[in-house]
């Protein structure tokens, strides 16, 4: 199978490099091997601090709702961390005391949402508040196992009968002037959390909870929608597990699934992430890219890798993949000339990208615009 670009991995810097491509014509393919990023993600896009208007009509006609305001956000375990864009989910505000009294609302046996934190927090922040749990019958079938009770699984239930939450809460609601809900709304619908807001008489706050992420998981699913409707091949589960490269230039790749069948591309465009996503691998000798063993930022003297104090900026989060300006993916001192690396896999270390989301977007954009000059005539 021959394609114009063929991208390795599909979390948010695989899926905005492959949606840009395609949307301009160029025969794109992803191959991704799992989880990402994505499914971790806390509604909150770091380090994109102004807004980016190319991003705005990506997400736009993706169907992902987000809005850009700084400010605050409340954080899973009750704390306040800056923000400026986000999903439409997780509301920002100007200063942590955004209520006086709030009602935060749980679901009888989901725990991994922590009401007691968040009480914690938010009375540190002068803000009382009281706890209700609601029983629906519509989740008793998952409680009978503590493991079907999960975002995700609530989320596709709740989903179809979020009016019988808003009304409980109405019927429940005293002097309060906020409620606290667990972000378990809205997989498939990202309508749903602004219903609920819609319908209730006060303000509506959706707080984190452990992953899955639910707002998460429903931007890969609409970005990787996105990428389908405009003619890309997702290749879902699969892996690229060998690769083959002649005089600075990649040919082709295998994957696990397609066996025998080489994918060939006149572009490839890395987007594998870091150690939580296996882009990269630390062992006793080194720190290597997984799929090309291209050339890697790191300390050498492995006691450099971290700092023991927990609260640190660990030094192996800035690990990355070597470049050239423009991103080609360097390998044994030669950067490769169709190989370009974008996002978490570059590491922390480049200022003109930033951190998190705004790395992953800002330098698949880059890659995107390089190979695109090759067709500019
Ligand atoms: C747990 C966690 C939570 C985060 N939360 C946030 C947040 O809330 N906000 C924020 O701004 N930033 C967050 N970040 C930072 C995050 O790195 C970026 O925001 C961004 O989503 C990273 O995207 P990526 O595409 O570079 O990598 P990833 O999202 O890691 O995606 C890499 C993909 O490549 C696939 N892959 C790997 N190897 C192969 C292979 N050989 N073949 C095929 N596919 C392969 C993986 O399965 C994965 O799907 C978080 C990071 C982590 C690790």
Known sequence: MKFDTLVIGGGLAGLTAGISLQQKGLDTAIVSTGQSALHFFSGTFESLESPSERLAELFSAAGIRTHYSPGVRLMPLGSFRPAALSLEDVELFPEPHFADKVLIVNFNGYSDFFPAFLTEGLEAQRMSCRLLELDPPELQALRQSPSEMRSVQIARIMDRHWESVVQAIRAALRDEDAVILPQVFGLKDPSIPGRIRQELPVRVVFAGTQPPSVPGIRTQQLLRRRFEL????????????????????????????????????????????????????????????????????????????????????????????????????????????????????????????????????????????????????
Not at 303 to 311: I, M, R, T, V
Not at 331 to 351: C, E, F, H, W
Request: with cysteine; hydrophobic share 40%.
């Open 230 to 377: 405009a003619g890309g091949t997702f290749l879902s589960g699969d892996e690229v597990v060998q690769t083959h490269v002649h005089d600075g230039r990649v040919h082709s790749v295998a994957t696990r699934n397609l066996d025998h069948h080489y994918l060939e591309a006149d572009h490839f465009i890395l987007a594998t992430g870091t150690f939580f996503a296996k882009g990269l691998a630390a062992s006793p000798s080194g720190i290597r890219e997984s799929v090309f063993g291209l050339d890697v930022d790191c300390a050498a003297d492995r006691n450099a890798w971290y700092d023991p104090s927990f609260a640190a900026d660990q030094p192996y989060l800035h690990f990355g993949v070597r470049t050239d300006a423009v991103l080609h993916a360097v390998k044994d001192g030669t950067p490769m000339q169709n190989l370009y690396a974008v996002g978490s896999i570059l590491g922390g270390t480049r200022p003109e990208f930033g951190s998190g989301a705004g790395l992953a977007v800002r330098s698949a954009f880059a890659a995107v615009d390089q190979i695109l000059n090759q067709y500019a005539v």
